[in-house]
Structures are given as C-alpha cells and as structure tokens.
Nanobody, 115 residues
Framework: QVQLVESGGGLVQPGGSLRLSCAAS????????MGWYRQAPGKQRELVAVIFRGGSTNYADSVKGRFTISRDNAKNTVYLQMNSLKPEDTAVYLC?????????WGQGTQVTVSS
C-alpha cells in the first residue's frame, strides 16, 4: 500500500502562485510515476502533470509554461509549482502514484483562484 498526503492548497488571486506537496509513504518502492490531477465541479478529472521514475515529465497543454512538477527523492515528496494562476485553475488537486497495475490517490487539496 502507498499512502499519499497532499498539502499546500488555498485561495490565491489571479496571477498568483502556489506550491502543492504530495508526501508518499508506505510501500513506495517500485512506483513508476507520480502525477497531479485536478477535478473542478461538474467536470471530469484531468491530468495536470506527471513525473516518471526516470525523471521525464509531461504536462497538460493548459498548464505548460506555468506549472512545474518536481520531486525530492530524499523526502519521498512530489511538488507542483503553480505560477500565473487563472480562475479556470480552480479545482481539487489530487496526487496520484502508479505502481505496477495499481493507482493510488491522495485525498486532494482545494485550490481556488479568485479575486
């Protein structure tokens, strides 16, 4: 089992920044990728960014150039630095870990972008 705990969400004005953290614990050996998803009310969950075990990354087109995913292996933590936030970035952000054929999810953290 892998446990994921997100933190760092909150209320921010348009144009502002936030950094989300996802701390992994438990049976973390063998995790192939970790990612950030988001789900806004009435919308489907969508992939925001993913970082693979080898270090490569992928981003949704809507966040390219504004968001950066990174990790600290010593802390078993993945980060999502979000800059130039827009109201349409408002959503619950969830951390995800892919290990073998299993997907693990955190509980999510709310990000609200509003003036």
């Amino acid at each position: 089992q892998v446990q994921l705990v997100e933190s760092g969400g909150g209320l921010v004005q348009p144009g502002g920044s936030l950094r989300l953290s996802c701390a992994a614990s438990g049976s973390i050996f063998g995790i192939n990728a970790m990612g950030w998803y988001r789900q806004a009310p009435g919308k489907q969950r969508e992939l925001v960014a993913v970082i693979f075990r080898g270090g490569s990354t992928n981003y949704a087109d809507s966040v390219k150039g504004r968001f950066t995913i990174s990790r600290d292996n010593a802390k078993n933590t993945v980060y999502l630095q979000m800059n130039s936030l827009k109201p349409e970035d408002t959503a619950v952000y969830l951390c995800n870990a892919h290990k073998a054929t299993v997907l693990y999810w955190g509980q999510g953290t709310q990000v609200t972008v509003s003036s």
